[in-house]
């Protein structure tokens, strides 16, 4: 069974930088789509970004363009999203994601089939 736990989170000031990473076991990520959701107090749980297994396709919420950005290394079976230019709205507890169906689909509908337990992300001054 694949098992995600995501890492990296923490406290920052707005402005500061942080890179959360999702470490995969019991399968390898070679074959699987991988999404970074988000959910900040009192709000529904968001898209932020999703790749596509070979890393060819990458998508990204609007309100993270220009600050995010997803990789992954499917020999280290780790997935990453690096955060630029924190804002307090960014606040939140951000989980990883793995599925079968496209990156696209994965973030439009905000599907997976495997899920981390999340980390904590808090930005403020």
């Known amino acids: 069974q694949l098992q995600l736990v995501e890492s990296g989170g923490g406290s920052v000031q707005p402005g500061g930088s942080l890179r959360l990473s999702c470490a995969a076991s019991?399968?390898?990520?070679?074959?699987?789509?991988i999404g970074w959701f988000r959910q900040a107090p009192g709000k529904e749980r968001e898209a932020v970004s999703c790749i596509s297994s070979s890393g060819g396709s990458t998508n990204y919420a609007d309100s993270v363009k220009g600050r995010a950005t997803i990789s992954r290394d499917n020999a280290k079976n780790t997935v990453y999203l690096q955060m630029n230019s924190l804002k307090p709205e960014d606040t939140a507890v951000y989980y990883c994601?793995?599925?079968?169906?496209?990156?696209?689909?994965?973030?439009?509908?905000?599907?997976?089939?495997?899920w981390g337990k999340g980390t904590l992300v808090t930005v403020s001054s």
């Open positions: 994601a793995a599925g079968l169906t496209s990156s696209q689909a994965m973030c439009a509908y905000k599907r997976a089939d495997y």
């Open positions: 019991g399968a390898t990520l070679r074959y699987y789509e």
